[in-house]
């Protein structure tokens, strides 16, 4: 947590998740609690930062520290895309460690990934596969990066909302239900959030189902301006989570799908 004192990126992860389908991935630029993947005391969640700091003051990189990759990680990466080795810091010719970040993230949230290896899942850290095709890591790499941003709601396509805001003046949130494309929140069913289709809805972070769970963590609170852009821009980030985890697959299923698009048969440690 100490690493986040400074600017900083994370990905959040479980190490074992039982009773929960695998969904423990997450970008963040702050702290977070064990309790953020899940409230089951055995899915805990782990923070891994993307820059390391080892002291006040220190300045390695441009980012503010030294990327925290292993030498080893760094050398079978370079070598399986082909790539030379920076003198300095050990990274593949041409990529940040944010490219390296993002191609992670977008691996992990791949549907085909997760299902393939979903027993593995369970009970260990998810293992990154690595791939020996240039073109399909720097796609994945895109990919990553438009999914962390929406998930640290930096994205410029939370600022078109997909739905509409419907009901009265002081919306206090009583019982969150979805019918009808419209997440409501009163137990009449006349207040809510218009356009919120029913995968949206269900779609689920680690052990909770957002749309829900943002409500009902508000229960009894009359909710502000803000609070309804807010809503509106998670529905936003989840929608597009959806698509680029469908477009994650295609990409990894046009250069050769699973396995036959990663280049060695074994994940590696980052």
């Given at each position: 947590m100490d690493q986040f004192k400074r600017k900083n990126l994370g990905l959040i992860s479980s190490r074992i998740h039982k009773g929960e389908e695998h969904a423990h991935e997450f970008a963040t630029r702050e702290m977070v609690e064990i309790i953020f993947l899940s409230s089951k005391s055995s899915n805990n969640a782990f923070l891994f930062p993307l820059y390391t700091f080892e002291a006040d003051g220190d300045l390695a990189l441009e980012e503010g520290g030294t990327p925290n990759f292993s030498r080893e990680f760094l050398k079978?990466?370079?070598?399986?895309?082909?790539l030379r080795q920076q003198s300095n810091s050990g990274l593949p010719q041409g990529l940040s460690p944010e490219d390296i970040?993002?191609?992670?993230?977008?691996?992990?949230?791949?549907?085909?990934?997760?299902?393939r290896y979903a027993e593995f899942l369970k009970f260990e850290f998810p293992r990154l596969p690595l791939t020996g095709n240039l073109e399909m890591f720097r796609a994945l790499v895109r990919l990553g990066?438009?999914?962390?941003?929406?998930?640290?709601?930096?994205s410029p396509k939370l600022a078109h909302p997909i739905t509409e805001f419907i009901g009265g003046r002081n919306p206090e949130v009583e019982k969150p239900s979805w019918s009808k494309n419209t997440?409501?929140?009163?137990?009449?069913?006349?207040?809510?959030f218009k356009g919120v289709r029913e995968d949206v809805w269900n779609f689920h972070i680690g052990g909770y189902q957002v749309c829900e769970k943002w409500l009902k963590d508000r229960k009894g609170r009359t909710l502000t301006k803000d609070d309804l852009a807010h809503y509106q821009k998670i529905v936003v980030a989840l929608a597009e989570t959806i698509r680029l985890m469908g477009e994650i697959d295609a990409v990894i299923g046009q250069h050769g799908g699973w396995p036959g698009a990663f280049a060695t048969g074994t994940p590696a440690h980052a």
């Open positions: 079978q990466l370079a070598g399986n895309l082909g970040f993002h191609y992670a993230y977008a691996v992990l949230h791949s549907p085909g990934y997760r299902s990066d438009e999914l962390t941003a929406l998930h640290l709601l930096e997440v409501w929140i009163d137990k009449d069913q006349t207040i809510g």
